[in-house]
């Protein structure tokens, strides 16, 4: 009596078998699959996008002959840029939904750190901005072990900072006093611009590496069968990031300069520093094993644990991300105003930045949001600051109006989160 093998090896599968392609999606059924999404909650940046398009068309309606001028949008970029980088490293806090409140004062003292030592110990620029740096990394570090280690809510410890790191602040600096920032490398950072060459030969490179990173990942995924976007949404995006790219570059390359005596003209720097930030945030949060655990902690964190996510240390990894990036925030301001002073950080900074993250995009539940979500909502309020301004209004008007939007943009993420609960999204 014969019998038949059943050595796995003997089966001959089929070559189908060997590599099957997901396949394409076609146009249509990429839109059908957007209007899903967005009818289950998943929103995403849109409602940012369409706020910022509507406040552009508003404000242009009402100042045609100044909110466009090329003057103009580069004083409004230099505007967003403290809020916009505070903002960027409470994502990572917010992920998880936890909350730093003393993100802001943070970046003061380390304004202040880095003030004193270029001022009074006349340190070269480089040693003060480590120092700053090491001092946002530092407060980042205890506030985190004492949230993640001894369990502390965040809200608790971050409001205690909030307060006691106002004592150092005043410390280093005085009540009432202000220490100068002069050093010719820390004021570039909010108050100069790139050479018109190096501005343009950036702005290319980073068409060029976009566009490359766009299309080489979807003929790699091709090569292996795996699902992929249809391609012209792929060109399409690469053709309108492009457009942006260099239709900025264009705008920021003009003079700006009222005397004819004077040419000032380029990106500043300040925007560029955005832009670097923005590429590795995105991709440690996109592209990284560390970047997925952030997403899994703030989705679920106990089944993070089970799976064997150190959750402890990442909590604590957050908040030292979260303070080094506000210390840059706070060169950046103390860049702006050629200062330090014992109140920066103080007041509405923190609040601007946590409404720009929200406005963006970022939920306040955690588990949802991205670094684009901080440079979106920051233009989003420096928009209506700037818009305002141009339109006259008191200050009452500018506060009752931010504070709307970031009202809203709660409400929608609330919305929008018990929608994808309801359809199991």
Known sequence: MSTKSTNPSDVQLPDTAVAVDLGEQSVGSALRDYGIRLRSGDLGALPAILGLVVLGLLFTVLRPETFLSNQNIANLLVQALPVTILAMGLVFVLLLGEIDLAAGVTGGVSAAVLATLLSEQNQPWYVATLAGLGTGLLIGLVTGWLVAVLGIPSFVVTLAFFLGLQGISLRLVGEGGTVPVNDEVIVALANKNLPLIAGWVLAWVCVVGYSAAGLIGWYRK???????????????????????ILGGTSLLSQDRARSPVVFL?????????????????????????????IYAVGGNSEAARRAGINVTSLRI?????????????GIVAASRLNSATPDAGTRTELLLAVGAAVIGGTSLFGGKGKARDAVLGG?????????????????????LITGGFLLLAASVDALARRRRSATGR
């Open 222 to 244: 091709r090569a292996r069968g795996l699902a992929r976007p249809p391609l012209p949404l792929v060109v399409a995006r690469v053709v309108v990031v492009s457009l942006l």
């Open 265 to 293: 003209g380029g990106i500043p720097w300040g925007v560029l520093l955005v832009a670097v930030l923005l590429i590795v945030c995105t991709f440690v949060l996109g592209r990284t094993a560390y970047g997925r655990h």
């Open 317 to 329: 990894s957050v908040f030292v991300i979260s303070s080094t990036i506000a210390a840059i925030s």
């Open 379 to 399: 233009l989003v309020i420096a928009v209506i600051a700037n818009g305002l301004g141009l339109l006259g209004a008191k200050a009452y008007a500018q506060f």
